[in-house]
């Protein structure tokens, strides 16, 4: 009953199936998902990485799991992801209002300002030089965020799917929350903050009272998914290891 509390207002656990967020996530990697903060009115932020609903069929043609009885009782509880839900994980690189642009292979632009993005995957380029949505020009609508994978070259993401109903857009209801931890394994723990190069001068545009707005919560939900994460490992460490 705690777990599914803890899903529900707090925090859900979910597991990373590909390598579009490559490398800042693995596949296999748990990341815990912010769910608290939302129903304070906050919404996503730049630079923020967002797990969200499948708004337009991005998924279509993707294999469905096949979970056992276990998988099926976990995931209802809070401690797997659902095999049903068709969930995305990306990162935030325009809100509404925004202009994003990339011509050829980089730099990537938000209101003009080129982003320092030391997250791509080692490798690629900001941008993919190629006329199926690798270079673009779009402005952000009202309730929409433009949304990008860390590995460029192996992200079907916003970029991809401008043809949809959302234009690419993935719309803020569609958000279930923000990825905070990192929680399993354990030699990869670590918090998943949003990079510096979202705090540069002239590009962020909201105020002081939505920033306050957005970072109280958030804080609250941290310190909930501690007691959670040690508790879970407690609970299924043993038998990872057999």
Known sequence: MLALLIKTFLVQAFSIPS???ENTLQIGDRVLVDKLTPWFGSEPERGEVVVFHDPA???AGEPTPDPNALQTVLSWIGLMPSAEEKDLIKRVIGVAGDTVECNKTGPLKVNGKALNEPYVYPGNTPCSDDDQGGRFKVTVPEGKIWV???HRQNSRDSRYNQSDKNGGMVPVDEVVGRAIVVAWPMNRWGTLPV??????DGLQARSSAAAALSVAPQGLAVAG???????????????ETR
């Open 57 to 59: 069929d991005w998924l």
């Open 148 to 150: 990008m994978g860390d």
């Open 195 to 200: 990079p510096d190069t979202f705090d540069q």
């Open 225 to 239: 998914v501690v007691p959670f994460v040690w508790w879970r490992r407690r609970r299924t460490a043993p038998a």
């Open 19 to 21: 390598s579009s967020m």
